[in-house]
């Protein structure tokens, strides 16, 4: 290998970590949005469910950074295996994306949530929320180490999430055929627990990203869904 080939290799390489780096900064940066924003709520803390709000430029901005990386990789004309890593960073990124937009929504409505009484149910709300959090830690982690194993686990998990917000969701109907004056409140606290999935769902979607970067298009194994948020309350 010449001398400049080395050069040119060396340069794909440093643009491909540079990427990587910028998307585990960016998955990092939405983790501590979905954190702050259940702080938010529990703490009915207005000033940071504003930031949280505010912050959410940030995480659009990375995506278009991201989006201008990947083209410009694009455009030298990477290999097969190259092409994973853009099309998996590519999909990562909007993943990302959508849960730090979900993490703006919380804020937002735990806004509306402060001008009325304290609920017991956000207890419920902020359980899901970290189990959430602690999926995205993890699925960030294994693809920053390209780990196939726990980004499976991560997919896995999921069950566990849904079985906790599909209770959670009962749980919030019942009390507002119970008592009419919670609906309006826990309207708000449902829309938020419905975002909470969507974000492990997001997990989700970024570890089965990280088994295409390894493992191309080999199937995945099937999993289990847990959301039976849509069946009738007993």
Known sequence: MNEQHQHIVKSHDDEQTALR??????????????????????????????????????????EQQINHDAIRLIQRGPLASDL????????????????????????????????????????GLDALGRMAAHQLRDVLRAYQQRDGD???????????????????????????MEDPRAITPCTHLLFMAKNLERIGDHATNIAEN?????????????????????????
């Open 21 to 62: 780096d910028t998307l585990i900064y960016m998955g990092q940066l939405a983790t501590s949005q979905l954190e702050s924003a259940l702080n938010a709520l529990t703490q009915r803390n207005a000033a940071a469910a504003h930031e949280v709000i505010t912050n959410d430029e940030r995480i659009d901005a990375l």
């Open 84 to 123: 994973r890593v853009i099309l998996a960073a590519l999909r990562v990124a909007s993943d990302i994306e959508r849960i730090g937009d979900y993490a703006a929504n919380i804020a937002k409505r735990s806004l509306v949530l402060n001008q009325s009484p304290p609920l017991s149910h956000t207890r």
């Open 150 to 176: 726990d980004a499976l686990r991560v997919r896995d998990a999921d069950a566990e999430l849904d079985a906790l917000y599909t209770g959670l969701f009962r749980e919030l109907l019942t009390y507002m």
């Open 210 to 234: 990280v088994w295409f970067l390894l493992h191309g298009d080999t199937p995945l194994p099937p999993r289990n869904k847990r959301d039976d948020s849509l069946k009738p309350v007993a």
